[in-house]
Nanobody, 121 residues
Framework: QVQLTESGGGSVQPGGSLRLACAAS????????IGWWRQVPGKEREWVAY???????RYAAPVRGRFTADRDSAKRSLFLQMNSLKTEDTATYYC???????????????WGQGTPVTVSS
């Protein structure tokens, strides 16, 4: 059974940094895509960044150049380094995964419980 558990959320001032972590377990093989999404109340969940099985990483335009997604060599943890944070980055951040190559080509099969991030002065 796949389990994803996020940590590292919190409050930070604009321009600050946070690092999120997602502990991943239960995958039967390495053929899956994993990444980060975020959601604010009243809006749809949007993708932030994801890593394909070949370690290619893709970023959504609003975070490109400020956020970096990576994972440890054992592929048991996924991270999101968020720099130069803006108030509009405020959201609950979710770790998500699906079997296959690309995270945007189908429904996300597994979700973590989410971790809140607040960017405010």
């Amino acid at each position: 059974q796949v389990q994803l558990t996020e940590s590292g959320g919190g409050s930070v001032q604009p321009g600050g940094s946070l690092r999120l972590a997602c502990a991943a377990s239960g995958f039967s093989n390495s053929n899956y895509c994993i990444g980060w999404w975020r959601q604010v109340p009243g809006k749809e969940r949007e993708w932030v960044a994801y890593i394909r099985p070949d370690d290619f990483t893709r970023y959504a335009a609003p975070v490109r150049g400020r956020f970096t997604a990576d994972r440890d060599s054992a592929k048991r943890s996924l991270f999101l380094q968020m720099n130069s944070l803006k108030t509009e980055d405020t959201a609950t951040y979710y770790c998500g995964a699906r079997g296959g190559w690309d995270c945007l080509s189908g429904r996300i099969q597994w979700w973590g419980q989410g971790t809140p991030v607040t960017v405010s002065s």
